[in-house]
């Protein structure tokens, strides 16, 4: 398969807000009519519809199809990714693949929830059975756990966590599509005294969940260069691991699936970690920032605080992150939350980020995080790096 | 520091059980704790899966009594928590590691703050719930 023959040639984003008065349909027909007006496609030239799994669409097992039915396309190719908050990555790897394999030629990939303002999801989980009796509110505690076994084994620095949770918010400052409540200044004092949530995990390490809706658009490589769109990022390396050590019954929750996924990914784009230009890693908590730091070989494992220490983070500095404010500073839209932090990247690669634009925009690394697991750290683990001149 | 609470006059929310995971309840209205072993791996896990995480195959399967001994992995304190265990924060939510070699989630009970620590042997203790089972809960062992 040849990854890099697939471009993204058009982005689309609502505003986050922290509860939408628009139905999940609106928000698509939303980012559509903005990937078209950006791409100059038509409908009829979309033949291919990838969606991230969404908490309003839950319940739904026609998902895809009764989308595509709202927005009027005709189809050789819909389905859901439901990988959690990798799924709006997964999703692109998804579509270069279809494309690849002659499925479908352009493939919108929409991610899309109002899971504030409606959810039907009922998980049927482990968590019915093994933590919901035990008053476990999920994420939370999964990191209050993580983050403690962190500390205890490796140590933790709490203030390079606060330099990363202040740099997001300096970013989401920039960024006018960020959620309006989290557009305020924080300190690295108000990092640290801010409330315990799940001991160590403090609110301002936490997202706060929201609505919204975001895409992009792709297509073969060739096909943009024939429409003479030069603007686009192209996908050379991709990994995915779910499960990592499934077959373990006790892990280092440290160690994250991300070290194999990365470890793809880096060798598919023929790069190393010091090649990278700016880093967008999915964040739900601040520390999971720093453990993909480390499981990407940007340090050592363990190394994390020490590295965020030394490093610049904020969009004109060593490596930029997250300069759209992350989920934790622009809000998690959901499950679709994910695409967040990707279509910030491929704004970046276009060189359309305004006051917050990036110098070196020749690529970037873009992670997803999904699912919680019981007793390890995270179910799915994926990295992606995007160029813009491929 | 922190006043924790046991929780003990919750009204839990039941346990959804499946078939696979029948024997591991029905052992706890004797308060008997049953682990899933594969004989062929020579290793148990937790919680119970519909076949073996270490080969593949359901038949190599068996169910073992245990003493549940065992360890803090890690720990966390809720300071946040849904009906009915909103009000009731904060309480312990950890780890447990035990000698057989599996993790287990669980709320710690009869630990002060000052106590609690990675590596805190524990034993279990068996919470009522109100259609005869138990649930697993763990105390300071010593």
Partial sequence: MALHDAAIIAYGETKIVPVSDRDVWALSADILEQILDRSGFETGEIDGLILSASMTGAGNPFWSQTTADYLGLELDFCQSVDIGGSSPLGAVARAAAAIDAGLASTVLCLYADTAVAETNARGRAYNQEWTAPLGSLGPPVAFGLLTRYYEAHHGLDYSALAKLAVTQREHALLNDLACEKLRKPITVEDYLQSRMIADPVRLLDSVMPCDGASGLLVTGRRTAEKRGLTRCAVPVGYGERTHLGAAEPVVDPTVTGHRVAGRKCFAQAGMTPADIAAFHPYDDFIIAIMMQMEMLGFCAHGQGSAFIRETGFRFDGDLPLNTGGGQISAGQAGLAGGGTNLIEAVRQLFGEGGARQVKDRRNALVTGIGGIPYGRNWSTSAAMILTSAG | ?142
């Fill in chain 2, 1 to 142: 520091m922190t006043q924790l609470n046991d929780l003990a006059d919750l009204a839990r929310p039941l346990p959804v059980e499946r078939s696979f995971s029948k024997p591991f309840w029905d052992a706890t209205r004797e308060k008997r704790l049953m682990l899933q072993y594969d004989r062929i791996a020579g290793a148990y896990q937790f919680y119970p899966r519909p076949t073996s995480i270490h080969t593949g195959r359901a038949s190599n399967l068996e169910w073992r009594e245990v003493s549940g001994r065992g360890r803090i992995f890690s720990y966390t304190i809720a300071r946040r928590a849904r009906p009915p265990f909103a009000g009731h924060e904060p309480f312990w939510l950890a780890l447990v590691t035990l000698e057989e070699g599996v993790n287990i989630m669980a709320n710690i009970v009869g630990c002060a703050e000052a106590r609690m620590a990675i590596g805190l042997p524990v034993k279990p203790h068996w919470a009522p719930l109100s259609d005869g089972r138990h649930l697993l809960l763990f105390e300071p062992a010593g």
